[in-house]
């Protein structure tokens, strides 16, 4: 697994798919939805994980601290570790998977790396979110669909996601079994 700041080179041409991965059970229905169709069309899967440093850019050109950005890139390669772990119960995926944790906002990092028009962008399609989170947190899946070079997937969000938020929401187990 890579575990560095930079968008990887390939030598090659051949497209490939890049997967954002958060660990989320959005981004790993992504990540399955990648290899399913990496399988079919043999190509790699790039799965990505973009992590910031505590304290974002602003507060790092400040006062660099290089312990901070090694402990957070630490800490993004373990999440992504841990995110296929769970997404592949530590078995053979079926398909070539590399996987890299890249420092930077979600967004331009994933078109940075989905930057030839024959890769294949994979993402979650996210949760549904109010008007205030989303002026607070724009979505990554809207901005790459507006910046990508290649085209986007957006994987639906898994049905258990959307019975969860349901539940977070205060609806609680009674709406769940009525069905909304």
Do not use: K, N
Request: proline share 4%; hydrophobic share 40%; charged share 25%.
């Amino acid at each position: 697994m890579a575990g560095t700041d930079e968008v990887a080179e390939r030598p090659d041409r051949e497209g490939r798919i890049v997967v954002g991965v958060s660990g989320s059970l959005g981004s790993l229905a992504a990540l399955h939805h990648a290899v399913a169709e990496a399988r079919r069309t043999d190509v790699e899967v790039l799965a990505v994980l973009c992590w910031t440093s505590a304290g974002e850019e602003l507060g790092y050109r400040r006062t660099p601290c290089p312990a901070a950005i090694t402990a957070g890139r630490d800490a993004a390669v373990a999440r992504l570790r841990q995110a296929l772990d769970e997404a592949f119960a530590g078995r053979y995926a079926g398909a070539r998977l590399r996987c890299q944790a890249v420092r930077g906002d979600a967004g331009h990092s994933l078109v940075r790396c989905a930057d030839h028009a024959d890769d294949l962008l994979i993402l979650g399609a996210g949760s549904s979110r109010g008007r205030l989170s989303r002026a607070l947190r724009p979505s990554v899946t809207a901005y790459c669909v507006r910046h990508a070079a290649c085209p986007v997937l957006a994987v639906p969000r898994p049905p258990l996601q959307r019975d969860l938020e349901v539940m977070e929401r205060g609806h609680g187990l009674r709406a769940l079994v009525a069905g909304r």
